[in-house]
Structures are given as structure tokens and as C-alpha cells.
């Protein structure tokens, strides 16, 4: 199917039936998946996807859909459908319009690889990399994933926008297990072979694993906490959740009405830069056809800017950032980070554990949950290796704890970071974070039930 004509038929039969905007996708994908258990490799698949999506706006009502029935009768069948929707909709309280074309579109460098487009046993490669480093370092069992793919996105709106990106990408997660209760996680997620590094990835698990043997059941209490990157990385894409104007917009943002103040420590800097050469979420151009940016959101503790898209900005009477980000259903576009990047700080991490004295190391976290979306209360389990912290050192193994705190705290509680940072994407951080190991004081920690 041709991207340009299957888009161009979307805008035409849109604008045959009086909607006044319309922005139509296409994205078209390969990937490849390895997955591998008890250290050995057990399924390999790979898959193509090629998916059409319709964006339509009209006196101030939206509409959305994917379609799965690519030929011509089928979109506009569909697109009639979408409008009937939206006759019967109420009026929505913003009219507002999509971004007025032409723009350029610059390309970005490092976010595609041609030896990813064609993998080949590159993924097995890595797997098995992967799995001898986590060995190496103590494991006994090591399991994970490692994904590779490449994708091109057209984007063509009835605003005049037109412009489209292609870009590759590579990542790794291993769980390693010294002992059933001894498990470290290692990642690594890249644009290109050159910065991918499983076997480093392997070599992180298998170490927290080794060092996490023999655990005793930690204490509540509030701590001085290092928190390394995978953890911190979840933790943020919460923080850019409530970043975006939709949520705002939906009552669901601990940071409603708080623009232009104090959020956080100011010793912390955080952008989405939907444009980072070699970022993982980099993109030329965002759903509604506007130039990606580089979006300040928290800046030396000073809440910046909300996420936006065309709907969100004229409510809020804002400048478009570039976030806007196609969903099906009624709100049809979000705004939604690229690449979150965390400034780094002067310290090793070593220093972080000094400056600490007692405290505790958290490496890694899974169910992340809400009391309150608005005040940012929240709690989540720790995974894989807790240690504690003792005379500026790392001592004991600890388990069954959760860190049960509030966002906001979390944030204005920053008290150093470290000047090594790493990038996190796994499935419990969809946005791929670039962010350093983190100091936080006085951090809630409660036990899990036995």
C-alpha cells in the first residue's frame, strides 16, 4: 500500500463530508523478538504491520480511529462512520485548529541503522552475549527479550502539513537469578549497533543478582535513598504523564495550576526532546505534522511547560510543542514525551552512597500505583536488588519493601545525581529515559505483605 495515496484518500473523503481538519498517519514496521529462559533461547518471531490512522476535527468535536481494512472502500466507509460519530457528539467546550503548513522537517541524526533493518542473527547474537556475561558474573539462571526493528511514519494533514521519518532501534531487558530470591535486571536500548551493549546488559543483572543473595526482610521507615535509573525512570514517566496537558485537562495531574512554580529540587533539570540525535522516542515531526522540539518541562525545580497538542494549546491558550501523539477513541491525539532527559550532576555514583552515609540502594521496581492522581500519592514494589547503606557503603540485602511516598516529595527531595546517566525503556517505562542515579531524602518505605 502507498503511504501518500492511502493518506490523501483519507483527507479527500474527510473534506467530501464537511469536516473542516483532518490529519491521517501511516506507519509502517518490522520487528523482530528473541526471546530467551533458563539460558537458552526459546522463541524467535518476527512480524510487518503496515497501519493507516484518521484524526478528524470540526466544530470543536474529534474523532479517531485505526483502520485495519486498508482498501479504498473500507476507508471510506470508515471515515463516514467517524463523522456520524461526531454529529451525534455534543459540542466540546474549544474550537481550535490543526497546525497550518507547509513545514520543514530537518532529518535527525543517529536514529537509523541499516544493519537493524536487516537483523539477521544479530538478536541471537545478543541474547547469547547477554546470558555468558550474567554467568559470568554469578547468575544461574538468566532470562529476557531483546527486540529489534525499524519503522517509517508519514504524516498528511488537511492544514497543509506533510512530512514523514524513518528510524531503527535495538533493546535488550535481562532478568538474572542467583537464587530464587537474589534477581538483578539489566538494560540496554539503542538506535543504532554501534551503542547497543547486551552483553553489558547481562553483566549489570547477573552482578545486582550475586550481590542480592541471601536478603533479610527490610524495615518501614524513611530513608535516604539512592534510587538507580530503572526505577527513577518509572518514576518520571509518571512525572511527564502528569506533564501533559490532557491530564490536566482530565483532572488526573499533581501538577494542575502549578505552572511556573517550584516542583522540585532545584538541583533538577528534566526535557522531553522529541529531536535527540540517537534518541529511542526521536521523531521528525509529531501526529498532527508539527515540528518535534525540545520541550523544558522542569527547569532547576521550575515547572516550564504542559505537553500539548493543537486541542490542549488553544485551551490553555499555549504554544504548541510538538507532543502530539495519535490515540483512537474520542480524544484522537495526546500529548505524549519522546525522550525524556534528566541533567545530569557532578557526582560518581560512589559519592551518592557517601553522601547518603545510611540509607538505601534501590535498583529496580514494578506496579507503580496511585492513591491520588492530584496530589501525586503513590506507591510502588522494589525489585530485583535492595541494599542497604551503611557508613556511605553498600551492606545487606534487604526484600519486601515498597516505596510508598508522593511524587511531589519525591521531586523537591533531589539532593544529588550523578554525572553517569543511562537510558531506561522497558515495560514498565514506555518513554525512554536518559537519567543519572539519583539521591532523594527522606523517602517513605512500608513493607509488602509476607
Known amino acids: 500500500m502507498d503511504p501518500h495515496e492511502t493518506m490523501q484518500r483519507i483527507v479527500m473523503e474527510a473534506s467530501k463530508l464537511g469536516v473542516k ?4 498517519g501511516f506507519t509502517r514496521s518490522q520487528e523482530e523478538m528473541v ?6 533461547i526459546t522463541v524467535v518471531n518476527r ?3 503496515e497501519t493507516p490512522t484518521i484524526y478528524l476535527a470540526s466544530d470543536g468535536k474529534r474523532a479517531a480511529c485505526r483502520v485495519e481494512e486498508q482498501k479504498s472502500e473500507a476507508i471510506s466507509t470508515v471515515v463516514k462512520e467517524l463523522v456520524d460519530s461526531m454529529r451525534a457528539t455534543e459540542r466540546g467546550d474549544v474550537d481550535f485548529e490543526l497546525p497550518k503548513g507547509p513545514f520543514k522537517y530537518s532529518e535527525i541524526e543517529g536514529i537509523y541503522d541499516k544493519r537493524l533493518a536487516e537483523t539477521g542473527t544479530v538478536l541471537i547474537d545478543a541474547a547469547e552475549a547477554a546470558i555468558n556475561s550474567a554467568k559470568n558474573e554469578g547468575a544461574q539462571r538468566v532470562s529476557g527479550v531483546v527486540v529489534s526493528g525499524s519503522w517509517e511514519h508519514h504524516v498528511l494533514t488537511s492544514a497543509g502539513a506533510e512530512g514523514s521519518g524513518k528510524g531503527t532501534g535495538v533493546e535488550i531487558t535481562v532478568r538474572a537469578f542467583a537464587a530464587d530470591d537474589a534477581t538483578g535486571q539489566g538494560i540496554s536500548i539503542a538506535t543504532n549497533l554501534d551503542h547497543f551493549d547486551p552483553a553489558g546488559a547481562g553483566r549489570s543483572a547477573g552482578r545486582i543478582a550475586k550481590m542480592a543473595e541471601g536478603p533479610t ?3 518501614p521507615g524513611r530513608y535516604r535513598v539512592v534510587f538507580a535509573p530503572s526505577i527513577f525512570a518509572d518514576l518520571l514517566n509518571r512525572v511527564a504523564d502528569s506533564a501533559s496537558a490532557y491530564a490536566v485537562d482530565l483532572g488526573l495531574s499533581f501538577f494542575k495550576g502549578k505552572l511556573g512554580e517550584r516542583v522540585a529540587s532545584d538541583k533538577f533539570t528534566l526535557h522531553d526532546d522529541g529531536r535527540l540525535p540517537n534518541g529511542p522516542g526521536s521523531m521528525p515531526l509529531d501526529d498532527e505534522g508539527y515540528p518535534s522540539q525540545n520541550v523544558p518541562l522542569i527547569v532547576k525545580g521550575k515547572l516550564e511547560n504542559y505537553l500539548h497538542t493543537s486541542y490542549t494549546a488553544a485551551k490553555y491558550k499555549a504554544r504548541l510543542t510538538g507532543n502530539a501523539h495519535f ?3 474520542i480524544a484522537g491525539m495526546v500529548p505524549a514525551a519522546r525522550n525524556l532527559i534528566v541533567e545530569a550532576g557532578r557526582q560518581k555514583i560512589e559519592d551518592l ?3 547518603a552515609q545510611t540509607g538505601l540502594y534501590i535498583t529496580n521496581n514494578w506496579y507503580t500505583r496511585f492513591q491520588n492522581y492530584q496530589t501525586g500519592d503513590f506507591s510502588t514494589i522494589c525489585r530485583d536488588g535492595v541494599f542497604e547503606i551503611k557508613n556511605g557503603k553498600l551492606g545487606n540485602p534487604v526484600n519486601g519493601l515498597r516505596v510508598s511516598d508522593n511524587m511531589l516529595r519525591i521531586l523537591q527531595s533531589i539532593d544529588g545525581l550523578s554525572s553517569e546517566r543511562d537510558w531506561i525503556r522497558w515495560w514498565e517505562v514506555p518513554t525512554p529515559t536518559l537519567l543519572p542515579h539519583t539521591l532523594v531524602k527522606d523517602v517513605g518505605i512500608t513493607t509488602t505483605s509476607k
Open 35 to 40: 526471546r530467551f529462559s533458563n539460558n537458552s
Open 217 to 219: 526482610r527490610g524495615k
Open 327 to 329: 490515540e483512537a477513541g
Open 353 to 355: 552512597f557517601e553522601e
Open 47 to 49: 512480524w510487518q504491520s
Open 21 to 24: 481538519f483532518t490529519a491521517a
